[in-house]
């Protein structure tokens, strides 16, 4: 079984206009000064696994997972971010290239902010970010 960051990765290097956007540029949890852009990062938030009334595992968990695009202006960070929630993914249902999903959310919406150059530089990266609620079923 992939985790679910796996599966990530492969959905949305499967998606046509997310890969026309950052091509094959999908980080975890940070983007390095420096990567050409547009491109994503992704981070787990939490994760909460399901517990039945007799306390024990149900099979069930329930991930955030912050979906972070960096680009060269807000433009492109927001239609590259547009294009990840418009990929499919909140349709998820069954088998995400090895992780089991059982839906899929938004569980806060689009956050923006942008990153000052440490180069030396006056190129700022904008950034936005939204956060996904995964429902799947995990090994118990």
Known sequence: MASLEESLVTFLLSKTPV???VADRINPDILPQ???VPAISYRRIS???G???RGSKTGMAST????DVYAATRKQANETSEAIRLSG???VY????????RSVQIDNGQRHFTEPPEDGSDEFRYV??????????EEV
């Not at 069954?94 to 999903?101: C, S």
């Open 19 to 21: 890969t026309d956007l």
């Open 34 to 36: 420096g990567s050409a």
């Open 47 to 49: 994760t909460s696994h």
């Open 51 to 53: 517990d039945n009334i």
């Open 64 to 67: 955030r997972l912050q979906i």
């Open 89 to 91: 993914i909140l349709d």
């Open 94 to 101: 069954g088998d995400m290239h090895g992780t089991n999903v």
């Open 128 to 137: 936005t970010s939204q956060d996904y609620a995964f429902y799947y079923l």
